[in-house]
């Protein structure tokens, strides 16, 4: 058996670590083990790291049991949902990674309507239950995501004009504490902790449970357009003057990419959840700026849109990513952006604007932790690449992406998008609810013990 390091870089005694593994009822991994390997492996092919231990959990009070084995044995502790995200704080050297991948569960109680989803699934887990009902809950635009991880850091999606950000549709959660406690956090039991954990995070336990609000979605209009890369400017101009008047039905965002053959292009994604009619007629105007290399945009299943963007996110290669907002996309901004993209070193690579009005800014600042509902557009820009050796060039053109962006910047960024970002810029994504939010990490995890995430320093 490996050994399992505490955070001062001495070992747990085996025995200690062997009488952890026989009470614990839940899947274990180690590095003497055969399938440690696959359990350590996530999305983001460019992180990788040798936990001392991995352990499965299949219910509220096994994370629990692992939280305290942690904190008895100062160990360092990732946790992982559904292992997407970017910066790779599902995983850790030596420590314990808690995986929460067994956990996929989704129930739905049509008469309410709510949906209740364990803290393993995946945003195509959710669809698949509540769309056997006509429902939806707002969430992201991959459907490989983890439901826990998006919520927390806001999550923003193809319902998010009409219905607002996935922790706006939360009603409750379960959460393990830092001390092991298993706590149930709504708005009027837990309610510090509830706001905190609508956009805080991970900073504030475990959560292994999510009851959320469900809403009558079933088909939706929506698809891509692809248009010739030289026409970027003309199109992303069309885009924004478009969607400022756009019904909150409708969410589009725009992207600089390329199509399977590699021909670079500028494409609009849209999802209208109305009706077939009304989406034609509403979309029209993105689906017809110039003449488009390929447009499919039609009436289908809102699983079916959740997926149609899984293709440009695939699993097992390198990521880099850093993104901003921009309060508006003026010409200098968008000439700019279209310059900066022409400079990718990877046909895979993708920046991405992602518009944040309509139902978003119907809830104040300070209502939640998430603050950025008045932010205009989110700029990502997201490297992706096969082989390591081409690494240094496609991170140096994000970097370098970022740098020229700068001027234009609203100096903040979506927590979920944060990757290898300073201390500073990681205070920043939480804006002007940073101070409320490390006063709560104080109350409910003043040693800072879950810190392998966007950290916030607990503060009385």
Same mark, same amino acid.
């Given at each position: 058996?490996?050994?399992?390091?505490?955070?001062? /870089?001495?070992?747990?005694?085996? &025995?200690?670590?062997?009488?952890?593994? !026989? /009470? +614990?009822? /839940?899947?274990? +991994? #180690?590095?003497?083990?055969?399938? #440690?390997? &696959?359990?350590?492996?996530?999305?983001?092919?460019?992180?990788?790291?040798?936990? /001392?231990? @991995?352990?499965?959990?299949?219910?509220? #009070? !096994?994370?629990?049991?692992?939280?305290?084995?942690a904190r008895e044995n100062d160990l360092a502790v990732a946790v992982k949902g559904g292992g997407h995200n970017v910066a790779g704080h599902a995983l850790c050297d030596d420590g314990l990674v808690i995986d929460l991948s067994p956990m996929k569960q989704v129930m739905v109680d049509e008469d309410t309507p709510t949906v209740v989803v364990q803290g393993g699934a995946l945003l195509e887990d959710l669809d698949r239950a509540t769309h056997r009902f006509g429902l939806a809950v707002p969430t992201g635009v991959v459907s490989k995501i983890g439901v826990a991880g998006l919520t927390l850091g806001g999550g923003c999606g193809w319902l998010s004009r009409r219905y607002g950000l996935a922790c706006d549709s939360l009603l409750s959660c379960e959460i393990v504490t830092a001390q092991g406690e298993m706590l149930t956090a709504h708005q009027t039991q837990h309610a510090d902790l509830f706001w905190a954990i609508r956009g805080g995070a991970g900073n504030f336990g475990i959560v292994s449970s999510l009851t959320f609000r469900a809403h009558p979605v079933s088909k939706v209009y929506g698809g891509f357009v692809a248009y010739p890369r030289e026409d970027a400017v003309k199109v992303l101009r069309s885009y924004r003057n478009f969607m400022a008047h756009a019904p909150d039905e409708l969410t589009a965002y725009a992207g600089l990419m390329s199509t399977p053959d590699g021909k670079p292009a500028v494409a609009l994604m849209m999802c209208y959840c109305g009706t077939e009619s009304d989406g034609e007629r509403?979309?029209?105007?993105?689906? !017809? @700026?110039?003449?488009?290399?390929?447009?499919?945009?039609?009436?289908?299943?809102?699983?079916?849109?959740?997926?149609?963007?899984?293709q440009a996110n695939p699993e097992g290669i390198n990521n880099y990513w850093r993104s901003t907002f921009v309060k508006e996309l003026s010409d200098d901004v968008i000439e700019l952006i279209v310059e900066q993209s022409n400079r990718a070193e990877s046909p895979l690579s993708i920046v991405l604007l992602q518009i944040f009005d309509g139902a978003v800014r119907n809830i104040g600042v300070a209502d939640t932790a998430y603050p950025h509902r008045d932010a205009g557009f989110n700029v990502a820009i997201e490297a992706k690449w096969i082989e390591p050796k081409d690494s240094n060039c496609n991170i140096s053109w994000v970097r370098d992406f970022a740098s020229a962006l700068r001027p234009h910047s609203a100096k903040t960024c979506l927590v979920n998008f944060l990757g290898d970002e300073s201390a500073t810029e990681v205070r920043a994504a939480f804006g002007s609810n940073h101070e409320r939010l490390a006063q709560i990490k104080a109350k409910y995890d003043p040693t800072n013990f879950f810190r392998l995430n966007p950290n916030i320093e607990p503060k009385e």
């Open positions: 058996m490996a050994s399992l390091k505490k955070r001062d /870089g001495s070992s747990v005694a085996p &025995a200690i670590m062997s009488k952890f593994i !026989e /009470g +614990f009822a /839940g899947k274990v +991994f #180690y590095p003497d083990t055969p399938a #440690y390997d &696959a359990a350590r492996d996530i999305w983001n092919r460019r992180i990788s790291k040798s936990p /001392g231990l @991995i352990v499965q959990c299949s219910s509220t #009070y !096994e994370i629990a049991q692992a939280v305290k084995f509403v979309t029209r105007p993105l689906r !017809e @700026i110039v003449t488009p290399l390929f447009s499919a945009v039609q009436s289908m299943p809102f699983p079916d849109m959740q997926r149609l963007a899984d």
